[in-house]
């Protein structure tokens, strides 16, 4: 089983920027597509930012311009730098990935804990 821990999140100011990481760890062959989603209260899950394997990224159009995802294959980890921070932003943050244990193993799909992001001033 490969689990996914995210950090970085915590309060922040109107304007202001924070990190996110997602650390995968377990017996991983490879891992592909790594997403962030989030989640404010009241709210279905969204999803925020999409990076290929290859490094190919997309966002939603809400956070474009504002958001960057990033991911170093090597460390297994995924990261969410996030700028020019709204208050529309607040939510739990989740890390997924989808993920194979051996060549032959089928895809599977994990979800992190999530971590709370609120911007507040």
């Known amino acids: 089983q490969v689990q996914l821990v995210e950090s970085g999140g915590g309060l922040v100011q109107p304007g202001g920027s924070l990190r996110l990481s997602c650390a995968a760890s377990g017996s991983i062959f490879t891992i592909y597509a790594m997403d962030w989603y989030r989640q404010a209260p009241g709210k279905q899950r969204e999803l925020v930012a999409v990076i290929t394997k290859g490094g190919a990224a997309d966002y939603a159009d809400s956070v474009k311009g504002r958001f960057t995802i990033s991911r170093d294959n090597a460390k297994n980890t995924v990261y969410l730098e996030m700028n020019s921070l709204k208050p529309e932003d607040t939510a739990v943050y989740y890390c997924?990935?989808?993920?194979?244990?051996?060549?032959?193993?089928?895809?599977?799909?994990?979800w992190g804990q999530g971590t709370q992001v609120t911007v507040s001033s």
């Open positions: 997924h990935a989808g993920w194979r244990a051996t060549m032959t193993s089928p895809t599977i799909y994990n």
